[in-house]
């Protein structure tokens, strides 16, 4: 069952809506108020094919309503890359999802998906998309267009694309009646946690169940809507902007009645790549600099070996 006291407020309460049709440095300052307020926003307007969105949701239908043997058979060399039930990461943690976790540049994972063409589709469509967002954000706050955006359009980039299925609640109970209508079944899909990448774009069926902390620490969840995307700021981007934007807290509540799609696109570095915050967002006196540099694979190192509601920013502070 869900678990703290954390209190929620009222649904998209202070959730931004972007329109990307909109003029562009209208679209740039609207993003960085957002990264900045909140760390997370909605796109609408965006521009992917919606035959692309529909093709990636009916595939990823297909695939979880298969037996678990032949979902289980989708295996990759690479450990946490595959498909998952239950557990999440390395260190026990778990939640109410089964899933397909893969790198977004492993041919050889996406040979042994079914609807690998689907997938292709889909990952060039949201690359662009966070691109995009990534190079409105870089103008919205005055640095080189390419500054984030060349992170994750080299052809070594880490970039991770997650398919989340979170069954019913009262699937999960097996059926059974529960005599005593007040209690109440919605269970944790994914726990609370940070997103250790530089930007996510996440799309979601109609079914909600996602959940942001604002800065009073508050949940507020998110209404579900298929035609836009949700953003968020990844660990990586608060580090670059020295604090400036919030890799914001979320997470999945599973819905009492009905399963919950959502498709995650974790834009990341290449594993050299070196994180530190820009010499713009530093300024001795009233900015000094809070976080060291290091390297994506050091920090992607010590995310996997801690556990998902760790924080695990505070440990490159500089004080
Ligand atoms: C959270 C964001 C992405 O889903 C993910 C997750 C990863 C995993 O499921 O393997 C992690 C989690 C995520 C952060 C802490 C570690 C690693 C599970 C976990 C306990 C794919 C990612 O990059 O970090």
């Known amino acids: 069952m869900v678990k ?27 993003i960085v108020k957002a990264c900045e307020t909140l760390g997370f926003f909605k796109v609408v307007n965006h521009g992917v ?45 778990s939640g109410e999802v089964e899933y397909l976790l893969f790198h977004t540049n492993d041919p050889d994972f996406r040979s042994k998906l079914s609807f690998r063409s689907a997938v292709n589709c889909y990952i060039e469509a949201v690359r662009q998309l966070a691109h995009e967002i990534l190079e409105l954000t870089a103008e919205g706050l ?95 981007l608060q580090v670059m902007t020295n604090g400036r934007f919030i890799s914001v807290r979320h997470r999945a509540l599973t819905s009492e009645k009905e399963s919950r799609l959502s498709t995650a696109y974790f834009a990341g570095p290449p594993l050299q790549a070196t994180i530190g915050p820009l010499q713009a967002m530093v300024t001795t006196i009233n900015q000094p600099r809070l976080y060291k540099t290091f390297t994506w694979s050091e920090y992607k190192k010590l995310t996997y070996s801690l556990r998902l509601e760790d924080n695990r920013l505070h440990m490159f502070r500089t004080c």
């Not at 529909?54 to 678990?68: D, G, H, T």
Request: charge should be negative; aromatic fraction near 6%.
């Open 49 to 93: 094919d919606q035959t692309i969105i529909s093709r990636m949701e009916q595939e990823s239908i297909n695939f979880f309503a298969k037996p678990v043997h032949e979902k289980k058979s989708v295996k990759s060399a690479n450990q946490p890359f595959r498909y998952g039930f239950r557990d999440i990461g390395l260190n026990g943690d």
């Open 142 to 236: 005055g640095v080189p267009p390419h500054t984030f955006s060349r992170l994750i359009s080299s052809v070594d980039s880490d970039s991770i694309l997650r398919v989340n299925h979170y069954p019913p609640s009262d699937q999960i109970f097996g059926g059974a009646t529960l005599s005593d209508k007040s209690v109440s079944l919605t269970r944790v899909g994914f726990g609370e946690h940070t997103d250790p990448q530089i930007l996510t774009v996440l799309r979601s069926n109609s079914i909600g169940g996602l959940q942001v902390s604002n800065p009073d620490g508050m949940w507020v969840p998110v209404s579900p809507d298929p035609s836009a995307f949700c953003v968020n700021v990844g660990d990586l």
């Open 4 to 30: 703290g006291s954390q209190k929620i407020v009222a649904v998209d309460q202070g959730i931004p809506i972007i329109d990307m049709s909109q003029e562009r440095s209208r679209m740039s300052m609207q």
